[in-house]
């Protein structure tokens, strides 16, 4: 629940985006508060990615501005966005298929416990160990902890991609395209992951799949050609007249 004077835990204040000369985005302003699920859609196109690569500090707006708590990160490093609280799918893009799962989030976990351990002791070995552990319990992949990365099913590499996210414990997690390529029920299972995930953090997402969005997200901002079209509760979407125009190709 958000209270009056609580702020946004991520703001984009006119954030522009432009790849040589063309404008993959053009001065989009909106907020999420903290504790919130958000879906960002769009047509093919739109500038999903771009804005979820910009909110996730993959790369820095042409110009504009993104406010996490309200403190100014535009051009932050991304690594310096773990380390502050926002983590998002692919934070970390090797997934080694070769090493079983747990050894997977454990490396995740080691990199996380590095930044703060200095002395190095038995704890700080042991710790990642534990988070691991935990991180696997967290996305319901515990039963595949000795399993190779490279044997899971689609749904579960998806999972565990998650899991290594969550590894620096982040207030705010962008999942971009989190059911990509899942069958059916990999799909309601990653819908159930992630209802869990958002009311622990704030989550946004990047989706295509209308339908699992409509079941998810109390709100949800549209993008078109680059630039902020509408936002509002998945009625208040359906139900918009441009929203409808010039993402579900009616009206
Ligand atoms: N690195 C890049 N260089 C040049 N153009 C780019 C780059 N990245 C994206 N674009 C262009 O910016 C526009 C927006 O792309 P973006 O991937 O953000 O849209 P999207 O809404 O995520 O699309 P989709 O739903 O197809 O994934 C597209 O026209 C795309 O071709």
């Known amino acids: ?85 926002i983590s998002k799918s692919f934070q970390i893009t090797n997934v080694f298929k070769q090493l079983t799962v747990h050894e997977n989030v454990r490396v995740a976990a080691q ?55 969550l590894a620096c414990d982040p207030s705010l997690l962008l999942l971009d395209e989190p059911t990509a390529g899942m069958s059916p029920e990999e799909t309601l299972v990653m819908m159930d992951l992630i209802r869990t995930l958002a009311s622990e953090r704030t989550v946004i997402l990047v989706e295509h799949k209308m339908k699992l969005i409509m079941n998810l997200c109390k709100r949800i901002i549209v993008l078109h050609h680059g630039e902020f079209l509408a936002e509002g509760s998945p009625d208040e979407i359906q139900n918009n007249a441009e929203v409808r125009r010039v993402y579900l190709g009616q009206g």
Request: charged residues 20%; positive net charge; hydrophobic residues 40%.
């Open 111 to 165: 990199m996380e416990t590095a930044r703060y351990d200095f002395l190095r002791n038995a704890q700080s070995y042991s710790k990642p160990i534990e988070i691991a552990d935990q991180l696997l319990r967290r996305v319901n992949l515990e039963h595949l902890r000795n399993k190779i990365t490279g044997d899971l099913a689609h749904g579960q590499q998806r999972a565990l991609e998650i899991a290594m996210a």
């Open 1 to 85: 629940m958000t209270s009056p004077n609580q702020i946004p835990i991520l703001e984009a204040r006119n954030v522009s985006k432009s790849f040589g000369k063309f404008k993959a985005l053009q001065n989009v302003s909106t907020h999420f508060m903290p504790g919130t699920l958000t879906a960002i859609i769009g047509p093919n196109g739109a500038g999903k990615s771009t804005f979820f690569n910009v909110l996730s500090g993959a790369f820095p707006p042409t110009s504009g501005q993104i406010l996490f708590n309200g403190k100014d990160i535009t051009g932050m490093q991304q690594h310096e966005f773990a380390r502050i609280g």
